[in-house]
């Protein structure tokens, strides 16, 4: 069964830190991924996918198939990211499966 | 322009009763989706529709859980008989309908039974 495994539901850096966020998946076939983000009281929205290849608010991921991961990445952590971070694959035609999440917070 | 809106943004009912919990979608957007989001969990896919038919709905749990979008827009999730693990938050997604679209999500309706 398609599957995205999270492992740390809860992430704490310091502001300036590099921030890695892990994900691995299973998936039979050409995966499609997502990472979406849910600041405190908004909404799940996407932050980025990987056919994409872009850079948004500074985080980066790319899909390792060999190792079947998509970690996201920042350089250098503000404090405006912590957030709820959930990692997410397309199965099938547009049926999103996501991991557990991981809790991101920033510390000053 | 406005995004996906869900009502009500709570509700709280006894174990037994029956429930409807309501999604407007983005105009124009033909793709709409539910997904259940349980305590410490990611969101789990329940249905989605493709204008007014259900393409998928191999997420819904078990017969109590029903859906419909009878004009290809808002959509309505009915949970019958209500028990005490129905309660999450239940959170509506649309998309412009074209395969690997990106999904906008709605603020969610929490779901609480008594």
């Known amino acids: 069964a398609q599957r995205v495994t999270q492992p740390e539901k809860l992430l704490s850096v310091f502001k300036g830190a590099p921030v890695e966020l892990k994900c691995n998946y299973s998936?039979?076939?050409?995966?499609?991924l997502f990472w979406y983000v849910q600041y405190s009281r908004q909404r799940l929205q996407l932050l980025l996918r990987?056919?994409s290849r872009e850079s948004i608010k500074g985080f980066t991921a790319d899909l390792n198939k060999g190792e079947t991961s998509f970690h996201l990445k920042k350089p250098f952590a503000q404090e405006e990211d912590s957030a709820m971070y959930y990692c997410?694959?397309?199965?099938?035609?547009?049926?999103?499966?996501f991991g557990q999440g991981t809790r991101l917070t920033i510390n000053p | 322009g406005a995004g996906v809106s869900q009502t009500p943004s709570n509700k709280v009912t006894e174990k037994g009763k029956y429930v409807e919990l309501r999604c407007d979608p983005i105009?124009?957007?033909?793709?709409l989706y539910w997904y259940r989001q349980s305590l410490g969990q990611g969101p789990e896919f329940l249905i989605y529709?493709?204008?007014?038919?259900?393409?998928?709905d191999s997420g819904l749990p078990n017969d109590r859980f029903f859906a419909v979008r009878p004009e290809g827009s808002v959509s309505t999730l009915k949970i019958q008989r209500t028990e005490r693990g129905d309660s999450a938050v239940y959170l509506c997604?649309?998309?412009?309908?074209?395969?690997?679209?990106?999904?906008?999500f709605g603020p969610g309706t929490r779901l609480t039974v008594l």
């Open positions: 997604a649309s998309s412009p309908g074209r395969f690997t679209d990106t999904q906008y």
């Open positions: 998936y039979s076939g050409s995966p499609e």
């Open positions: 990987h056919i």
């Open positions: 997410a694959l397309i199965q099938g035609a547009q049926k999103l499966v």
């Open positions: 105009s124009g957007h033909t793709a």
């Open positions: 529709f493709q204008g007014t038919g259900a393409a998928d």
